[in-house]
């Protein structure tokens, strides 16, 4: 089983989200993760879906997701073509010394500290999955308290416009 990433462009009106997930859990299909936003223009949503499967799943997604009328295009996100980020929010114990190095376990990571308190640390870190993942293996013998990821999003990269 593989790990696709999917960029659909939608039309932003209510339902859409609704509509979109709905497709994948009657069919059985689980979203690994799942991030929408609007796009420059207010009109259209992106999505970015990552799911877990083969290729015959992957084109029976996009066939299902290109039956749906809001949905505009599909594009598979290659890792090589694309620039893929995941941003986590981590809330660590950190008193006494173990502060100095939780503090430069960040710093090679440039992941920035965005808040702190007597007892504990907030970590934003944004990067590829394997970064984030490795970070957090790091940080794990200090206690994470708390744990917040984004999900994956992606853009081609060069001049190309995903439409």
Do not use: W
């Not at 009109?43 to 499967?53: D, W, Y």
């Not at 640390?121 to 999955?129: P, Y």
């Amino acid at each position: 089983m593989e790990k696709y990433v999917l960029s659909v462009l939608v039309e932003n009106h209510a339902g859409v989200l609704s509509r979109v997930s709905g497709l994948f859990s009657r069919r059985g299909y689980n979203i690994d993760s799942l991030t929408v936003c609007e796009t420059s223009d207010p009109k259209k949503s992106r999505m970015t879906i990552v799911v877990t499967g083969d290729q015959q799943i992957l084109e029976q997604i996009q066939k299902q997701l290109q039956k749906l009328v809001e949905v505009i295009s599909i594009q598979h996100c290659e890792s090589s073509s694309t620039c893929q980020r995941e941003m986590a929010l981590i809330k660590v114990k950190a008193e006494g010394e173990k502060r100095a190095v939780i503090i430069e376990t960040c710093n090679i990571f440039r992941a920035h500290i965005v808040d702190v308190s007597e007892t504990s640390l907030i970590i934003e870190a944004t990067g590829s999955e394997d970064k984030i993942s490795s970070l957090i293996r790091l940080l794990e013998p200090y206690g994470i308290m708390e744990l917040l990821k984004s999900g994956l999003t992606a853009m081609d990269r060069g001049a190309r416009v995903m439409k």
